[in-house]
Each structure stands twice: as C-alpha cells, then as structure tokens.
T-cell receptor, first 114, second 107 residues
C-alpha cells in the first residue's frame, strides 16, 4: 500500500500477558523501523530491519521484546510478559533505502498494560 | 548519536499569527525531517529537508546544514495546526527526535 499500516490501533493487556503488534510497510520499502513513544514527547528507537534481516537491534530490551519481518507477511513486534512500563504508543516506520532515510510513519498502536 | 534540541518547548498563538520553530542538532546531518503530531496522536510527515528551503502551503522549512539548525515557519496559523512539532535527524539509520514544540492555536 501507499501508507504504513499498523494493527491493532489499541491493545489492552494485563501485566504478564503477551502483546503482539503488526506493521505493513509501504510497498517497495525495504527498511522497517519500530519506535516507542512512552512519554508524550519522547521517542525511543527499538529495532530496524532490511527486508527480513535485522539491521539494528541496539534499542531492543531483549529480555521480553522480539520482532520479525518475514517475506509476504506483516512485520511484528511481540512483548512477552508485559509490564506496566511497556504502556506506550508503538510506531512503525518504513523507508526506501537507508541512505535516503526519509521515514514514513504508521498511525501507531497504543498499548495499555493494566 | 546526534543530539537534537528544539525551541521553544511551548507556543500559544492566536489564529492568524505567524511562528518560527527551531531545531538545533549536534553534528552534521545528511537529512532532517519535520513532523506534526496532531491531537489524535498521528505523526504526519511535513518536510524532508537535508538542506535548503522547501515550502508547502502555509508551511515552509529551511535547513542550514553547515550551522546545524533547521527552522519551521508557520504562517497564518489555524486551529488545526495545534499539536506537537518534532524534528528528527539520523543517528546511523535510526532517527533521533527532539523533544518537540507544543503548539496551541486559539480561535
């Protein structure tokens, strides 16, 4: 598609439950990025992919967070055993090439952990 | 990675006023993006502007890469311009965001 799509829009989980978020990048874009917006004005980079390969995972809390981009499937971000501090808006972005690096953002998934 | 600083942190305008938002970055960049996050949380691309000046309707942006800053101009502001304006620059392939300017346009 011509926009980054993210599902679901909202997700509510009890502490300790699993959460899975999905992202479909713009068609033809080979890079996918995940960001977490915890406080209203603070963005944290999590992970990026070049096609199905992890490109940069230095922002990922590896204990409970994992992500995949498989061919012909939406990318996913999974949080095992959610904690209260995982409550945030998770944005996915895509770009055509790393060198170009203009990133286009999806509408976000708001995760609330109770 | 680079540091990105935005000013002012908050701005309140009357409809019709003009404003300038500033973004300073700590290192030379080969691209810079401006976004508007509306009150519903959507992050909207405004400009991709590594250098020079671009205009889109009532909005324009200028990046002076050699002096490590970018400016976003909003003219004849409207209530729909309210929200948070972010600039972001690259650290490797990832974007580093500033803390944003919260803009409120009153009717």
């Amino acid at each position: 598609g011509e926009e980054v799509a993210q599902t679901p829009k909202h997700l509510v989980r009890g502490e300790g439950q699993k959460a899975k978020l999905y992202c479909a990048p713009i068609k033809g874009h080979s890079y996918v990025f995940w960001y977490q917006q915890v406080l209203k004005n603070e963005f944290k980079f999590l992970i990026s992919f070049q096609n199905e390969n992890v490109f940069d995972e230095t922002g990922m809390p590896k204990e409970r967070f994992s992500a995949k981009c498989l061919p012909n499937s939406p990318c996913s971000l999974e949080i095992q055993a959610t904690k209260l501090e995982d409550s945030a808006v998770y944005f996915c972005a895509s770009s055509q090439s790393r060198q170009d690096n203009e990133q286009f953002f999806g509408p976000g998934t708001r995760l609330t952990v109770l | 990675g680079i540091q990105v600083e935005q000013s002012p942190p908050d701005l309140i305008l009357q409809e019709g006023a003009n404003s300038t938002l500033r973004c300073n970055f700590s290192d030379s960049v080969n691209n810079l993006q401006w976004f508007h996050q509306n009150p519903w949380g959507q992050l909207i691309n405004l400009f991709y502007i590594p250098s020079g000046t671009k205009q889109n309707g009532r909005l324009s942006a200028t990046t002076v890469a050699t002096e490590r800053y970018s400016l976003l101009y909003i003219s004849s502001s409207q209530t729909t311009d309210s929200g948070v304006y972010f600039c972001a620059g690259p650290s490797g392939s990832r974007l580093t965001f500033g803390e944003g300017t919260q803009l409120t346009v009153n009717p």
